[in-house]
């Protein structure tokens, strides 16, 4: 087990469960474009490492011994507006291909809120997979519950906050909320849609690109609809 100071940074899905249909087909088709979402997360979160995906979030870390102080504000800055930015590209291409059910259809109630934490973590390896653990660990995903009434949003954890103030945008918010078995924390939050300083729009998907994820989204979604593949387990908060 190794141990040292870490960045972490969950991106989780809002409105999830209200996306989840009962109906066989809405469901396979949803649990489809969820794991396409997450997975155009992931791969814009440049600089951080996808530690584990947790039903409808993704954890990632990246280290932060050597990192000064201002940077790792940033690099949270940076990524969120990158991968809050791909999700909402692919969010449009799964909400305009040409499947009628819902877990299509709806995907554009979908949202994308981020916490940030940075502290003192331990590395475990088991089966060749790794694990953080620690109560800093335990402490970003609490902050997932809150009170922030904004749909898709980056919540910093106060001692993350503070090495980097100045690289936030000025409407910065402040919350103080109990976490369970932890206690009552500050943590201070800013609207996604102010860190991303891109002017192009989004693109629009032509009716080729339509009909290929109409295509894709199909025969991938049958191993779900047969019962031959598990939907992921809910996200566990520590």
Request: charge should be negative; glycine fraction near 8%; charged fraction near 25%.
């Amino acid at each position: 087990m190794t141990s040292g100071r870490a960045l972490l940074l969950i991106a989780d899905i809002g409105g999830y469960t209200e996306y989840m249909s009962t109906h066989r087909m809405s469901l396979a088709h949803a649990e489809v474009n969820t794991a396409r979402l997450l997975d155009r997360v992931v791969d814009a979160a440049g600089g951080f490492d996808l530690i584990e995906i947790e039903g409808d979030a993704a954890f990632l870390s990246r280290r932060a011994d050597g990192l000064e102080a201002e940077a790792a504000v940033a690099e949270v800055v940076r990524a969120a507006a990158a991968m809050h930015r791909a999700f909402h590209v692919e969010r449009k291409y799964v909400a305009t291909n040409l499947c009628p059910c819902n877990g299509c259809a709806q995907a554009d109630n979908l949202k994308l809120k981020f916490v940030a934490h940075v502290g003192e973590v331990a590395t475990q390896t088991i089966r060749q997979r790794r694990k953080l653990v620690g109560i800093d660990v335990i402490l970003v995903h609490r902050l997932l519950k809150n009170p922030v009434h904004v749909p898709e949003y980056v919540l910093l954890s106060e001692d993350l906050y503070r090495t980097g103030e100045a690289a936030l945008p000025e409407a910065v918010q402040e919350i103080t909320h109990e976490l369970d078995g932890i206690g009552e924390v500050r943590a201070y939050f800013v609207d996604v849609g102010d860190l991303d300083s891109s002017e192009e729009p989004l693109p629009e998907p032509t009716l080729w690109a339509r009909l290929g994820r109409t295509a894709q989204v199909a025969g991938t979604g049958l191993p779900y609809m047969l019962g031959l593949r598990r939907r992921r387990a809910e996200t566990v908060i520590p």
